[in-house]
């Protein structure tokens, strides 16, 4: 005997969002809870954001990005939602309502959110309805942002956090004082990723990020991918006061300067920063061309991660030139010369 209602309370792990996807493919009509706070948290969710559907990056064409107006690299929706419906609940009495999620999520995708439907209890016991915009604290612009697969496409892409008055972050209020060296600064909490290079890569990058010790007053919570699939309490618990969570794939420069341009809203295409990978080829190439025509002797390349170091070392394997790293991290770099003789 098939059941006709199936109820899965708390969903939080992989596992757990896959069993609901295949339960809902089956045609049994499926009831579930998720830790998600809202609608544009679980899309910042790489563990949950498969029940509504899960975002991918996608290379539009010339023509249709001019049509868009838009850059090339947009993210879209990867498959339909495991629910139809889905229901925030704000207070006991007080709940936002989005009837189709497959429209509500590309509504979002676009920054510019649907209607939903407000519902809440008055002090006579009356439920009211009214219409409502939902809130976009974490507002996912990812059009144009710069996945293009090599980095995390749960991050936050094109999410400004902008300093309001009162530091209202997530529903939670931030007081600072005056004397506060961290003013006008958003504050993250590294959990798993080395807070020498996050800061480095802010320096570098000329954001107001500072790297603060204590979770529980961090605008934004950082970490690496296997780190938040344990589900540690510090994670869990960031998830349900609603501070955003930026998942990385590594512990690089280069990941976490992709993650502060995102977060920050800096443009990749021709503006300050490029793609920082794609940067350090192209100067370890130009260094080739120059050792090889004679111009100079050797040339230091620019401090990067132990990845991108191996891979300018192989460049100039494959160009018959010599190759040494030296220096500490972070500032740790390579040098390409002339082979002796």
Known sequence: HNPEVIVIDEIGRELEAQAARTIAERGVQLIGTAHGTALDNLLLNPTLSDLIGGIQAVTLSDEEAR????????????????????????????????????????????????????????????????????????????????????????????????????????????????????????????????????????????????????AGQADVIVTLKNYYRRRPKLIVDAERRGTPIYVLRANTISQMENFIADMFNLEAADNDIGDPFEDAMREARSAIMRVQGGNTQFVDLTPQDAHIRRIQHQMARKARLESESYGEEPERRVRISRRAG
């Open 67 to 214: 049509r868009r107006g838009t850059q090339k690299t947009v993210l879209e929706r990867k498959s339909p939602p495991t629910f139809d419906v889905l229901i925030e609940i704000q207070t006991r009495d007080r709940l936002i309502v989005h009837e189709d999620v497959a429209a509500a999520v590309d509504a979002m995708l676009r920054g510019k959110p649907l209607q939903a439907e407000l519902r809440y209890r008055n002090e006579n016991g009356e439920i009211m309805y009214e219409p409502t915009v939902p809130d976009m604290r974490l507002l996912i612009e990812k059009s144009g942002s710069r996945n293009g697969g090599r980095r995390n496409g749960y991050s936050n892409g094109g999410n400004r956090l902008e300093d309001r008055g009162d530091d209202t972050q997530g529903g939670r209020s931030i007081s600072r004082t005056d004397g506060d060296e961290t003013r006008g600064s958003t504050r993250v909490y590294a959990y798993g990723v080395a807070r020498n290079r996050m800061q480095q890569a802010s320096r570098r990058l000329h954001v107001p990020l500072h790297v603060t010790d204590d």
